[in-house]
């Protein structure tokens, strides 16, 4: 079966989560609104499925994914159906529901990194909300990033399997999610990251290693893998990273 | 057998949503930290499964659920997994799938809440972030409610059972959680949520019905509810609610 993802063509966003799962699942999919509107696809499809007055189950926003006649939205359900379906999640009950949990936990940290620079409206320019935004942002990289980050290097060390990946003895779409979040922390705050970085060294390891399996290499040096930019969730605004370390001054 | 809900004692939080799925569901279940710390339980056994660096999958924050030797984080999990069990949500996975992922836009709603009193970061106090909260509090008022309020009486009006219900034929999870959202935002902004019900009166019709539902009924007039207050998502604030109507000047 060949999927249609839909979500906005020209940046990452919440879409990348689950454009990772069906490249490493080797699915066939269509990004639809990324093709031509003379095709019938491009934007103008993906908003009718938000705006037609006859779609039964309309999604609040995308990503969503077409799966046959199914219409299935929100991030962590796209990935819970995905799971299911392609081997990137366990099929045991607690396995299925740990690694759900953990998507669920990720997709809290990625809103936490959205409000950072939009804590007053998204509707809003970042320019208009720049004041509230860095004190929010300071308080994700010196309180709420050290948290997360500490609490899944701390999962990664007690899975039992010692696996180096999240949930289990395989990997899941946890894990995937968990790469492109590192990732887009890199992106954002290239300061603060140094030292977040270093004091997790298996959550390096995991970005490492998933950057490296065949699929998701190739993906991420193909067309497809849109750039980080300052439309997505992860922003560089200088401003909102740590503050650079002076250079000592020569004696 | 009898479940174990472990979330903060004195508020309703997201905790409330689990607990009208477990007093819907007719399940015995014990709120292991309103218990008292003689009998081994309380806070000090919430904290255990959060700081104890032997337990293996450890939940990220409260609410968590123990069923048997699961023990199950994230809200929209804990329900995901109730509603199976105890027959509140469809069977199929298409029904499954869509109860979820309204579930996962509740959840979305409900932390737009809180972000409205706490713009800057949790940990601090709301008036060292009023300022923020004000812009905020006006935006969730006039943009975000009335979107997400108006897609949730879209889908009561869409569904093709014409049950009265979010999904399906009948009561699922979602509903009550809808419920308890309604209930919190009137506590939270009663001004602004007059003109807001009237305008979504098939949401104000399942908000009714939840409420006279036997068991609904009767765990809303026990001990076992708490009342909303300035310490959970939905707080009063009247500088955050819209500005009351002015009474017109006698001639």
Same mark, same amino acid.
């Given at each position: 079966?060949? =999927? $249609?993802?839909?979500?906005?063509?020209?940046?990452?966003?919440?879409? $990348?989560?689950?454009?990772?799962?069906?490249?490493?699942?080797?699915?066939?999919?269509?990004?639809?609104?990324?093709?031509? $509107?003379?095709?019938?696809?491009?934007?103008?499809?993906?908003?009718? /499925?938000?705006?037609?007055?006859?779609?039964?189950?309309?999604?609040?926003?995308? !990503?969503?994914? &077409?799966?046959? &006649?199914?219409?299935?939205?929100?991030?962590?359900?796209?990935?819970?159906?995905?799971?299911?379906?392609?081997?990137?999640?366990? &099929?045991?009950?607690?396995?299925?529901? /740990?690694?759900?949990?953990?998507?669920?936990?990720?997709?809290?940290?990625?809103?936490?990194?959205?409000?950072?620079?939009?804590?007053?409206?998204?509707?809003? =320019? =970042?320019?208009?909300?720049?004041?509230?935004?860095?004190?929010?942002?300071?308080?994700?990289?010196?309180?709420?990033?050290?948290? =997360?980050?500490?609490?899944?290097?701390?999962?990664? $060390?007690?899975?039992?399997?010692?696996?180096?990946?999240?949930?289990?003895?395989?990997?899941?779409?946890?894990?995937?999610?968990?790469?492109?979040?590192?990732?887009?922390?890199?992106?954002?705050? !290239?300061?603060?990251?140094?030292?977040?970085?270093?004091?997790?060294?298996?959550?390096?390891?995991?970005?490492?290693?998933?950057?490296?399996?065949?699929?998701?290499?190739?993906?991420?040096?193909?067309?497809?893998?849109?750039?980080?930019?300052?439309?997505?969730?992860?922003?560089?605004? !200088?401003?909102?990273?740590?503050?650079?370390?002076?250079?000592?001054?020569?004696?």
């Amino acid at each position: 079966m060949r =999927y $249609e993802l839909f979500y906005w063509p020209s940046i990452q966003g919440r879409g $990348e989560f689950v454009r990772l799962a069906l490249e490493q699942a080797g699915a066939e999919y269509i990004d639809v609104a990324r093709r031509s $509107e003379a095709s019938g696809m491009g934007v103008s499809a993906l908003m009718r /499925w938000l705006e037609d007055d006859t779609v039964v189950c309309p999604p609040f926003a995308p !990503p969503y994914l &077409k799966a046959g &006649k199914l219409v299935i939205g929100q991030t962590a359900n796209i990935l819970l159906f995905l799971g299911a379906r392609h081997r990137l999640a366990p &099929k045991d009950e607690a396995g299925r529901l /740990w690694t759900h949990q953990l998507q669920l936990t990720i997709a809290d940290l990625v809103s936490e990194v959205h409000e950072s620079h939009h804590p007053i409206a998204s509707r809003l =320019y =970042y320019e208009d909300q720049r004041q509230a935004a860095r004190r929010r942002a300071a308080d994700l990289r010196t309180q709420r990033l050290p948290k =997360y980050l500490g609490y899944f290097e701390r999962i990664l $060390e007690r899975n039992p399997h010692a696996s180096g990946y999240l949930s289990g003895k395989t990997l899941t779409y946890a894990d995937l999610s968990m790469f492109q979040v590192i990732m887009g922390l890199r992106y954002a705050f !290239p300061h603060a990251m140094i030292g977040l970085t270093a004091g997790h060294p298996r959550l390096e390891a995991l970005r490492v290693r998933i950057a490296a399996l065949p699929r998701i290499a190739a993906y991420l040096a193909s067309k497809r893998r849109l750039r980080f930019s300052q439309q997505g969730i992860f922003r560089h605004y !200088p401003e909102l990273d740590a503050p650079r370390a002076k250079p000592r001054a020569r004696r």
